[in-house]
């Protein structure tokens, strides 16, 4: 098998039983026969060396010259040796090594670019840019008592009401029981109920801070269909004429809190990419751990020199107990160890690539969302590339492009409650499209989502992102709500039994690579 790449590199060195010097890899990366340079390299080594060095490497391929005429021991390799995806612009096949193998518990070490694509990516700090808001790590004040939850739901009503008050007429709950019957009328408030009359009507109960008041949808109304797109505890904001009796409110029109329509997205002020991906789930058996090479191995070559940011939605980790007979389906059954495994793939990542993640909901922080990143325990673990771990969700600015990254668990719960047309998930981008409508990523409480009170709800989308990245549901998809793109990034785990139980069929071994100059998308294939 040629080892064409420092992550190969790295395995063959390990198998047998060396480590070494990053710089080390990537020469023998860039030796015009990696296979000759590290036999080369190994056979002329003191016998009681362990971790190859760079000048071993270079001493290598001084002889490997001479020996064959003057040829240089590191040119360039072809841009298509290891190139596994160029057939197609939109959806690519790998086609680099169908078979890898681990380690074999022995420790990588990080590799860099390959000389290539250093070439290429900034080596000017100054040019990469990350800001990261509304990261609420460390910043956790809830206790689990009534006041916090009235803290979180005012706190999402008043932060909502805003962005629909200028659309409305609004009146608050106690001035529409005052007011006379047959008035023009509107509200802004929180859905606490949806039910059907007997005719066949919809009944809205709409609450504030001063109170409740039922709101009637009729049947034969055009706005009846958007009944259908509500939730529990989202804030909406109704319009239309009280009853003669002044107790309802007839609805004539219903908003959502949306994107506007003018949103005009940014973009980055050179050419430069970010991959997103989610889901990796290092410890379950079904890891696609050769799909995750290919990956690696590509992000070293030229044709990825501009991907100079990785994003990760969550699930880093299979994690234990997550479902029931999960332990069945486990690797490595250790959480701990999971993670120490996953470093260990992290470490393939060339490391001038700039990594951001999130947890999810088998990652080891608290199920209830919005989640802290890792504990320090943790952290000390997740040191491979100066990876940084923020808070699910949290929104990461990337040379002026805004991105939410959510992990999506409440998609579970859209999908459940809307209709198929309006959220499945074959096409999760859509579920996506109901989350930025109603400008909040888990807005129905107490059901398959759990949410944590807080002093202010750090759920609410008040920025505007130009891409909302999520990832959970183990599907690939995407596309554009009101110039905002959306992605749901599928995973790096194939099929589990559990998955087959409940009818999911993962897309596995993909990479979404997004230009961030443009906007545009190109998924990568990696199986």
């Known amino acids: 098998m040629p080892l064409e790449t420092p992550a190969r590199l790295v395995s063959e060195l390990a198998s047998r039983g060396y480590n070494a010097e990053r710089e080390a890899v990537t020469l023998l990366a860039d030796a015009s026969d990696p296979n000759v340079a590290l036999d080369r390299a190994l056979e002329t080594i003191p016998e009681d060396t362990l971790v190859l060095s760079a ?9 490997e010259h001479d020996a064959d005429g003057g040829r240089s021991g590191n040119e360039t390799r072809p841009a298509d040796t290891t190139n596994p ?6 959806v690519s096949t790998g086609t680099g090594p169908t078979s890898s193998t681990d380690s074999g518990g022995s420790t990588p070490v990080e590799t860099e670019g390959s000389s290539t694509a250093r070439s290429v990516r900034s080596s000017d700090p100054d040019q990469r840019s990350i800001e990261v808001h509304n990261d609420m790590t460390g910043q956790s004040t809830g206790t689990g008592e009534y006041s916090d939850f009235v803290s979180v739901f005012r706190d999402r009503y008043e932060k909502l009401s805003k962005q629909l008050r200028g659309r409305v007429n609004h009146r608050p709950t106690n001035a529409l029981e005052r007011m006379s019957g047959g008035e023009e009328a509107a509200i802004v408030g929180m859905v606490s109920d949806i039910r059907s ?3 066949g009507h919809w009944l809205i109960e709409l609450e504030d801070t001063n109170g409740t008041f039922p ?6 109304r055009a706005i009846a269909d958007l009944v259908q797109e509500l939730l529990y505890d989202e804030v909406i904001a109704v319009d239309g004429t009280l009853a003669d009796d002044g107790g309802i409110l007839f609805v004539d029109s219903l908003h959502f809190p949306d994107i506007p329509r003018t949103h005009d997205p940014s973009t980055a002020d050179r050419p430069v990419q970010a991959a997103l991906i989610s889901d990796v ?12 090479h290919r990956f690696a191995d590509w992000l070293h070559t030229e044709e990825a020199a ?7 939605a969550g699930d880093m980790v299979e994690g234990v107990g997550v479902y029931p007979d999960q332990d069945d389906e486990l690797d490595v059954v250790d959480i701990y160890e999971q993670y120490e495994r996953f470093s260990e793939y992290l470490k393939e990542i060339p490391g001038d690539i700039e990594i951001r993640m999130i947890p999810g909901n088998h990652d080891a922080v608290r199920l209830a969302e919005p989640q802290p990143a890792f504990d320090e325990e943790l952290r000390d673990i997740m040191t491979a590339h100066d990876a940084q771990v923020h808070s699910n969700p949290a929104l990461v600015t990337i040379e002026g492009v805004t991105v939410l990254m959510y992990h999506g668990v409440s998609l579970d719960e859209v999908i459940a409650e809307l209709p198929d047309e309006k959220a499945s998930y074959d096409e999760p981008h859509k579920a996506m499209y109901q989350l930025l409508k109603k400008r909040h990523v888990a807005p129905q409480y107490g059901g398959h989502t759990r949410l944590a009170p807080e002093d202010r709800d750090y759920l609410v989308m008040e920025e505007v992102p130009d891409v909302f990245h999520t990832g959970h549901v183990h599907k690939l998809g995407w596309g554009k709500y009101h110039n905002v793109l959306a992605i749901n990034s599928g995973c790096w785990q194939a099929q589990t039994d559990f998955q087959k139980s409940v009818n999911i069929d993962p897309d596995a071994g993909f990479a979404p ?3 961030l100059d443009t906007l545009d998308m190109t998924v990568r294939k990696f199986v």
């Open 513 to 515: 690579i997004l230009d």
């Open 85 to 90: 995806a160029d057939t197609d612009p939109s």
């Open 281 to 292: 789930h290092v410890g379950s058996q079904e890891f696609m751990a050769d799909a995750w």
């Open 197 to 199: 009359t007997a005719s």
């Open 306 to 312: 501009n991907v100079e940011y990785l994003l990760l």
């Open 55 to 63: 000048d071993h490497v270079r001493t290598a391929l001084e002889s």
């Open 215 to 220: 709101c009637l949808v009729m049947k034969d």
